[in-house]
Nanobody, 122 residues
Framework: QVQLVEDGGGLVQAGGSLRLSCAASGRTFTSYTMGWVRQAPDKEREFVSLISWSDGSTYYAESVKGRFTISRDDPHATVILQMNSLRPEDTAVYFC???????????????WGQGTQVTVSS
């Protein structure tokens, strides 16, 4: 059974930093794309950042480019999202996601974590 366990959310002031991690287990993820989806209050879920486990290629939403960095820790099957220069509009529940292949749409995502709250105060 696949499990995605997130850690690292919390409350931070605008301009601050947080680091999210997601530990994956239950199968081999070499053909998967993993990353983060967020959902802000009264808004739809959106992809934030993705990383391919096979070649390390990355995707960032335009709103987070230059501020967020995604990386992976292969031996521990962990994906890390370093979030710097946080803004109040980054406030959301952040979900770790895993997709076999590459997700074009949210409906392509195969597995979801339970979510972790990130709150950025102004």
């Amino acid at each position: 059974q696949v499990q995605l366990v997130e850690d690292g959310g919390g409350l931070v002031q605008a301009g601050g930093s947080l680091r999210l991690s997601c530990a994956a287990s239950g199968r081999t993820f070499t053909s998967y794309t993993m990353g983060w989806v967020r959902q802000a209050p009264d808004k739809e879920r959106e992809f934030v950042s993705l990383i391919s486990w096979s070649d390390g290629s990355t995707y960032y939403a335009e709103s987070v480019k230059g501020r967020f960095t995604i990386s992976r820790d292969d031996p521990h099957a962990t994906v890390i999202l370093q979030m710097n220069s946080l803004r109040p509009e980054d406030t959301a529940v952040y979900f770790c996601v895993a997709t076999e292949g590459y997700p074009r749409h949210l409906t392509d995502v195969d597995f979801w974590g339970q979510g972790t709250q990130v709150t950025v105060s102004s």
